[in-house]
C-alpha cells in the first residue's frame, strides 16, 4: 500500500499514534447536542492493540466505474450495500474483535486512538452558552486520509502500490459467500484504494491525565492544553480496558490533611472535652446531693430512735451501791408472807414492816425503806 512510499497493509499496526499533523475544525454547539453525543459511550484510556489477523481481513471489491480495485475493511453499511456484502455476519466474523469491546459504534468517551492508527482530524466543540470544551478525534490507519463524501458517511482513505493478498466472494449453487469461515475464496491485488472505518474518539481538558504519557504529551501540545494536566498520570498500553492499569512507582507522598478536614478534627476534638467535663461536673454534683441526703436522713433517725438511756450517759432509776429489795423471794432476809411462822423484822433495824390487811405499801418510819403490808390478820409481837 502506498502512504507517500510503498508500504505492506500489516506494517500499519508498527504506526506510531501522533496528532501533531492534524487539522482542527472547530464548531458551535448548544449543550444538550454536546452532551448527547458523547452519553453511554464506553471509556478507552489505553492503546488497544487488535489481533494480528485484523491486518489480513480486506475484502476485494472491484471499481467498475473506474477499472480500479478497492479494498474495504469494515467499512459502513452504505458500502457494504452496494456490493451486496451482508453487513451483521460479516462484521461479526471478520471484524468484531479488530476493534475495543467489539463495538458495532467504534465511539469512545473518553478515548485514545488504537494501535497502528493515527489522529487524522481534531475537532473542536464549544458550547454555545457556558464554557464546555469537547474535543474530537478521527483515528485512521497510518497513512490514510480521513474522507466524507456525505453527511453520513465517513471513512479513511489511500492507496496501495503493492501486491496484497484479500478475501473475494465466492459462489457455491447461486449463493455468493463473503463471510463463511470454512469456505472462501481469496485473490492477489497489486495495486489499487483501500478505505478502513475510521473510530471517532473524544475528550476534555481534564481527561488528558488519564491517558498514557506518550499519547498525551503530543496532543496536549497540538490543541494548546496544560502539559501539566497531561502528565499527571502513565497508564500504560493495553488491550482496550477502559480502566488504566495500576501505577508502576510508588505514590507520591500525600500533602497533609485538608483545611476542612483539620477544622472537623479540632471541632471534634472540642466537642468530646466538652462532653467529658459536663459528665464530670454532673457526676460530681449528683454525688454531693446524694450524701447531702444521706446526713439528713440519719439525723432524722437518731432523732426519732434515740432510746432513753443509752449506756454511760443514762440516768439509772438508784444507784449501784444501794441494794433494791426484791418483792419477797423466800431466801431474802426480809420479811416474808405472814404465814405464822414468819419473822418480823423490828422497827428498830430498819428491817420491812407487814401490815395485815393486805393493802398499800408504807413508807418506814426510821430509815425510809418500802415496807411490804402482808395480808391476814395483825399478830402482835411477842
Known amino acids: 500500500m502506498k502512504f507517500g512510499a510503498p508500504m505492506s497493509l500489516s506494517a500499519l499496526r508498527f504506526c506510531f499514534v501522533t496528532a501533531a499533523m492534524a487539522s482542527i475544525t472547530t464548531v458551535t454547539e448548544d449543550d ?10 464506553g471509556p478507552l484510556t489505553t492503546i488497544f492493540t487488535p489481533p494480528f489477523s485484523c491486518d489480513t481481513r480486506w475484502f476485494y471489491v472491484p471499481d467498475t ?3 480500479g480495485h478497492i479494498l474495504m475493511n469494515s467499512l ?9 456484502i451482508p453487513l451483521i455476519s460479516t462484521e461479526k466474523n471478520y471484524f468484531e474483535d479488530c476493534v475495543p469491546y467489539s463495538s458495532p459504534l467504534p465511539w469512545y468517551s473518553p478515548g485514545v486512538c488504537p494501535q497502528g492508527n493515527t489522529i487524522a482530524t481534531i475537532t473542536k466543540r464549544e458550547a454555545s452558552r457556558g464554557i464546555t470544551t469537547l474535543w474530537e478525534a478521527a483515528c485512521c490507519p497510518s497513512g490514510f486520509q480521513y474522507q466524507s463524501n456525505t453527511d453520513t458517511v465517513w471513512y479513511c482513505e489511500s492507496t496501495f502500490t503493492t501486491p496484497q493478498t484479500v478475501i473475494t466472494a465466492y459462489t457455491e449453487s447461486g449463493t455468493t459467500y463473503w463471510d463463511s469461515d470454512s469456505k472462501r ?5 497489486s495495486s489499487g484504494i483501500a478505505r478502513a472505518r475510521q473510530i471517532l474518539v473524544f475528550w476534555d481538558f481534564g481527561d488528558l491525565a488519564l491517558f498514557p504519557p506518550e499519547y498525551a504529551n503530543p496532543l496536549a501540545s497540538r490543541i494548546n492544553a496544560p502539559l501539566s494536566e497531561s502528565t499527571s498520570a502513565s497508564p500504560g498500553a493495553g488491550n482496550g480496558s477502559g480502566a488504566p492499569p495500576p501505577p508502576t512507582s510508588s505514590p507520591e507522598t500525600s500533602p497533609g490533611l485538608s483545611t476542612a478536614t483539620k477544622t472537623g478534627i479540632g471541632v471534634g476534638v472540642a466537642l468530646g472535652v466538652a462532653l467529658a467535663i459536663g459528665a464530670i461536673i454532673v457526676t460530681i454534683l449528683w454525688r454531693r446531693r446524694r450524701q ?5 436522713e440519719d439525723e432524722d ?36 408472807e405472814v404465814d405464822g ?15 395485815a390487811d393486805g393493802g398499800a405499801a408504807v413508807v418506814p418510819e426510821i430509815d425510809s425503806r418500802p415496807v411490804k403490808v402482808m395480808p391476814g390478820p395483825p399478830t402482835e409481837l411477842p
Open 32 to 41: 444538550q447536542s454536546m452532551s448527547a453525543l458523547v452519553t453511554h459511550l
Open 65 to 67: 466505474s473506474s477499472g
Open 76 to 84: 459502513p453499511y452504505e458500502f457494504l450495500k452496494t456490493i451486496n
Open 185 to 189: 475464496n481469496t485473490t492477489v491485488v
Open 292 to 296: 447531702r441526703g444521706k446526713n439528713a
Open 301 to 336: 433517725v437518731g432523732y426519732k430512735d434515740k432510746p432513753e438511756l443509752s449506756g454511760e450517759t443514762a440516768i439509772k432509776e438508784a444507784d449501784p451501791g444501794v441494794e433494791i429489795p426484791h418483792e419477797i423471794p423466800g431466801n431474802m432476809n426480809g420479811l416474808s
Open 341 to 355: 411462822g414468819a419473822m418480823i423484822v423490828p422497827e428498830i433495824g430498819g428491817a420491812m414492816v407487814n401490815e
